[in-house]
């Protein structure tokens, strides 16, 4: 008959010893101190992947079947979307679930400021629903205010806003640009010096404040962790897809601006400075024949797609993916991310 073996006192008493030995040196050793400063690290930000690039390349289209792949939501970050009306030359997804597409009256202001806070609340939304934020769009100063967050610089004043830009108009981008040169070497040199809008914000925030608004730019922690994605077109390819959206656009964005001014609108109002509606407005008033607003269009589009360009390598680090296969490296891209 076998009998189970007993444990004598002395194996007890090793245990005995073992235990406390070796809680001690748990406590003490280098396994707590990691502990601690699991516990002492700040939360790491919110993910947020980014589709970006120039226009006519894909962003939307890219974006959307990475939200069905991923189980995201999309956040427009298009200047254009953001107004009620203007559709036929923003190219606005029709029928699909995009946020911040038509939030804006035509008559109301938009800039990056205003929307960063507009999707930084989209954004926590899609969030708390245990979804994905994924963000597309070409406006590069909208992308970047909400990734990387905000300068606390003064509101737009009217009265200063006005006499620059009536001086914008009248003395050219350029004038100005060489005006801020001389105030704010700094910012001249990181502001393109043909995007008046930049330019005349600047000045603005000197003429209100006193200071350089290169001064004003803070070092922050950014508010997401974000993945930037974007499509790789050649030149040459980038100018094909450019002029044949635009060829299909602009016949109905001459119609529908005919529209909005015989329902009262002037073509001073901000939703009239998006990408084509000058030229558009211009055919509508029989200032300039359809051929040629057409050809001021795809020559105005190419040069901002140029400036998208060169804006989004320089100041993102994204990623760019062959067209062919994009969407299932991206997809690898933002899992191994996340």
Known sequence: MQHAPVLGPARVLRADLFVPR???QVAEGPALAQVQARLSRPPSPPFVAA??????????????ALAARLGGEVV???????????DAGTAKPVGLPVHLIDVLDPR????????ARLAAKTVADILARGKLPILAGGTGFYVSALLDGLDELPRRDPAVRARLEA??????AAALHAELARLDPAAAARIDGRNAVRVVRALEVVALTGRPVSQQWTERPAPYRALYVGLRWSPEALRRRIRERAEGMFPEMVREVRAHLAAGLTGAEPAFRCLGYPEALAVARGETSPVDGLAKMVAATNAYARRQRTWFRGQTPATWLEPAGAEREAARLIEEAR
Request: charged share 20%; proline share 5%; glycine share 14%.
């Open 22 to 24: 070796l809680v001690q």
């Open 51 to 64: 589709v970006v690039g120039p226009t006519a390349s894909g962003k939307t289209d890219l974006a959307l």
């Open 76 to 86: 427009s970050a298009d200047m254009g979307q953001l107004y009620r009306g203007f």
């Open 108 to 115: 109301e202001p938009s800039d990056a400021g205003s929307y």
């Open 167 to 172: 001086r914008a108009k009248a003395e050219g």
